[in-house]
């Protein structure tokens, strides 16, 4: 059984990088035909997606946070991670990591990431 | 950019009521990546329906999606009490993913 466990800081400052790793077990993150996922959750809002990557490393993101995120694989230890920057309070979230098949069908439980000083 | 727009916000039933909530975008999406979710409180979501249509591994057969190019439904048969919770469509376009606002399944 896939399982995926995001791990991070809770807590970050306004202006700097959150950095988020999801370790995916029970299987291989260098499946051909999967990519893997970032998504996060306002406290009460709904899913916005934030992008996606293969295990070579092929990635792409959502338009509208394009220029603020990074996401980079580690195959060697079967991680993925995240990076965002600039953070402001609206970047104020759960961050699920997820395995991406054009849906998302496995998730892990997901890390709450607060910024404020 | 692709909007996907749900119907009602709110839906208010009870164990063993039928539910048929709906999913609109605001342009063709191929029915291969409409996918839905249900999501409890303080849990992650739960993949449910995949390309528009096929229950993801695991779902009651209760749970069936229907739809292609604008108009999506997500129908519950008979509501069990483990059926209430929020669920959200999802689409994939070449622009990437897109999810709706959600649909709150309340008794």
């Known amino acids: 059984q896939l399982q995926l466990q995001e791990s991070g800081p809770g807590l970050v400052k306004p202006s700097e990088t959150l950095s988020l790793t999801c370790t995916v077990s029970g299987g291989s993150i260098s499946s051909s035909t999967d990519y893997w996922g970032w998504i996060r959750q306002p406290p009460g809002k709904g899913l916005e997606w934030i992008g996606s990557i293969d295990y070579s490393g092929n990635s792409y993101y959502n338009p509208s946070l394009k220029s603020r995120v990074s996401i980079s694989v580690d195959t060697s230890k079967n991680q993925f991670s995240l990076k965002v920057k600039s953070l402001n309070a609206a970047d104020t979230a759960v961050y699920y990591c997820a395995r991406e098949v054009r849906s998302f069908d496995y998730w892990g439980q997901g890390i709450l990431a607060t910024v404020s000083s | 950019e692709m909007l996907l727009t749900q119907t009602p916000g709110t839906l208010s039933l009870s164990p063993g009521e039928r539910a048929s909530l709906s999913c609109r975008a605001s342009?063709?999406?191929?029915?291969?990546?409409l996918a839905w979710y249900q999501q409890r409180p303080g849990q992650a979501p739960r993949l449910l329906i995949y390309?528009?249509?096929s229950r993801a591994t695991g779902i009651p057969d209760r749970f069936s999606g229907s739809g292609s190019g604008t108009d999506f439904t997500l129908t519950i048969s008979r509501l069990e009490p483990e059926d209430f919770a929020v669920y959200y469509c999802?689409?994939?376009?070449?622009?990437?993913?897109?999810f709706g606002p959600g649909t709150r399944v309340d008794i």
């Open positions: 999802q689409q994939y376009s070449s622009s990437g993913f897109t």
């Open positions: 390309g528009a249509s």
């Open positions: 342009r063709s999406v191929s029915s291969s990546y």
